[in-house]
């Protein structure tokens, strides 16, 4: 699969944010912009998710294109 | 007088609801077989799909159970927020996959997949009864849900009793008519009071609770510690361990949830499902917000203990609002069991009418079909609601080994879709382990096991059987007679160079192969 559509590599962020990084992130300090650290990490996270799927999106869309051309 | 007030705002909306189901078929004269009524004709287009596939999992547990969850314990309610960007990732990769398999072979559910696979129907219809096990569960629990919600809304004044029989006959009805579409327009009604009385009371509740955001977060930070990291408030089970491979099964099985695939399979084409994918995590951040209120409760309502902490969010309305809001606060929470619940008795019907009725040879051909499967949705809605009534218990025991029942499918259907090899002899036996392992440390009250999710234990002993099993040959003989290509049996990437996907469509009710 990441062969032929190495771009789906960027689905590995979100994954990374929300699981593994977890035991790093529970905690209440630092207090960012009055959030505990925990929710201000996963919160962030839902914000930097769209854009990671994004970037797997555009490289599909590249894909397409070609098979489009070859098809042709 | 307030009650009045509030029933009299939740029944004007009630009537809203089947009426835009009604609405939603004008133009199709109510034609069209099973596959118009369970996926929409395959024509719904991103928004609607957006706000259907949003909808159904942003259900009743999200708004007031969140709320519950975060007044009781806290952090480890993020889990929902976790598992469910996971599994847009994750569903980037499956939705178009089983979108286009799908679409090229004419099957209108996940069931539908798993026998046309194996070649096997008598698959199709097992897998249907299991996957009604593990779903029943889930309608009763927005029953009782929604009946809550209503009786609350009364004031008291409608007994719980007769709030349970409103709550199933308003979605029976309005399923029967409607079908997939009538789910999706609704969800846009219900996505815009969910939104509308969420962002209201996130920005009311500190204002008028607090001296505003500043204040409340301090406070919360300062008094509130316990319930901001894992494993939160109170002696839970719910450590790091535990949010981490919960999440990541659930963001594995999401994708192949019979509920969430009927939501793919009603997408417009495969590359509408990666577009939703890259914006439906946006929608994630509204789940803060239950949580977020569930703390402010814990300040402004102190006390409420065992189930009563889901009705934290409520209490904190009847507590801040005039009877209208409490009334329109309602009309949302309702909407929220109804559309999951619609989905779920939908994906039922479909099921069993296409995996399990369809065996029998009088019922063949998509009418009939149709016809059968809005009865299927008839007795099983009527089942939750018995069981509602007879063995409130057992049943929330079983929809705690829903998810993670659910998971047990996972080899047989995406492993099996992309790899060849797999017999059907080894992933029944991956199952079969699976399964078994999971009921019993879930009733032996094992679960978690060692801090991690039961569930994810179980997938791990069922992944492990179907390779072991499959490597040493186990119907290897069996799969050899399947003589199908391979191109006719596993699915592709769905990645298509046109912009819509070509292929031959056989949606005309062909029987099963």
Known sequence: ?72 | MNAAVATSVFGAFMVLTVVLGVLALRGRGGRGGITEWSVGGRSLGAVFIWVLMAGESYTSFSYLGGAGWGYDFGAPVLYVVAYMSCGYAVGYVVGPMLWSYAHRHGLVGITDMIAHRYGKPWLGALTAVLATVFLLPYIQLQITGMGVVVSTISYGTVSLNWAYFVAFAVTTVFVVVSGLRGSAWVSVLKDLLVIGTLAFLVVYVPLHYFDGYGDFLHRVVHERTAWLTLPGHGHSTMGTAWFISTSLMNAVTVVIFPTTVAGYLGARSADTLRRNAVYLPAYNLLLFVPMLLGLAATFVVPGLAGSDSNLALFKLVVDALPAWAVGVVGVAAALSSIVPMAVFMLVIGTMWGRSVLSLVPRLRGETRQKSAAQAVVVIAGGLALVLTYAAPNTLVRLSLISYEGMAQLLPMVLLGLRWRRLTLGAALGGLAVGAALVCALVFSGHDPVWGVNAGIVGLAANLLVALALTYAGLGAAGARADERPDGEVLADDGVRGAAVPGGTETTGGAPLA
């Not at chain 1, 994954?15 to 529970?26: G, M, R, S, Y």
């Not at chain 1, 201000?40 to 930097?48: N, R």
């Open chain 1, 1 to 72: 699969m990441f062969r032929q559509r190495p771009h789906l590599l960027w689905l590995l962020v979100p994954l990374v944010l929300f699981l593994l990084a977890v035991p790093w992130v529970n905690r209440v300090d630092p207090v960012v912009v009055g959030l505990p650290f925990l929710a201000f990490w996963l919160l962030a996270s839902v914000v930097v998710t769209p854009f990671a799927i994004w970037a797997a999106y555009s490289g599909d869309r590249r894909l397409m294109a070609r098979r489009a051309r070859e098809e042709r």
